[in-house]
């Protein structure tokens, strides 16, 4: 017996422009948590839930999704996950963090809740764009 194309709970990754098959690697679902962990909502930590909308580069729109706490009168700092995690990685020190400043944390593409047509190209000059698309 062959075993299933992708694990239970995941999801293939968007074919790439001019691809006929997904990427080999099955995203999981952004609700996915560890084992023995308790899931909680992004509302538990975050003021604030947005997708921004971008052009994606081979046409078509990315939507990012942002989350937002914090002071609107102090500084803002702008919160990167790195690979394989999300914005919900910074959940905890967000509730410290927000005291004093307004917090923005995204999930890349690729991760958490952020859903774009090339979620394959992870690319540091594609991540860098992104991020500057998203903060404009």
Do not use: N
Request: some cysteine; glycine content about 8%.
């Amino acid at each position: 017996r062959r075993p299933a194309p992708f694990p239970p709970g995941a999801r293939p990754v968007r074919p790439l422009p001019g691809a006929d098959s997904p990427a080999l690697l099955p995203r999981p679902q952004a609700s996915a948590t560890a084992p023995g962990l308790a899931q909680s909502t992004w509302e538990a930590y975050y003021d604030e839930c947005h997708t921004v909308r971008v052009p994606a580069p081979c046409g078509g729109e990315d939507a990012f999704r942002v989350y937002v706490a914090g002071d609107a009168e102090g500084p803002v700092l702008v919160l990167l996950h790195g690979g394989g995690l999300s914005a919900m990685s910074y959940a905890l020190a967000t509730q410290s963090l927000k005291r004093k400043a307004t917090v923005l944390a995204l999930d890349f593409r690729g991760h958490g809740a952020t859903e774009t047509i090339d979620e394959a190209d992870l690319s540091k000059d594609r991540l860098v764009a992104d991020v500057a698309a998203v903060l404009r």
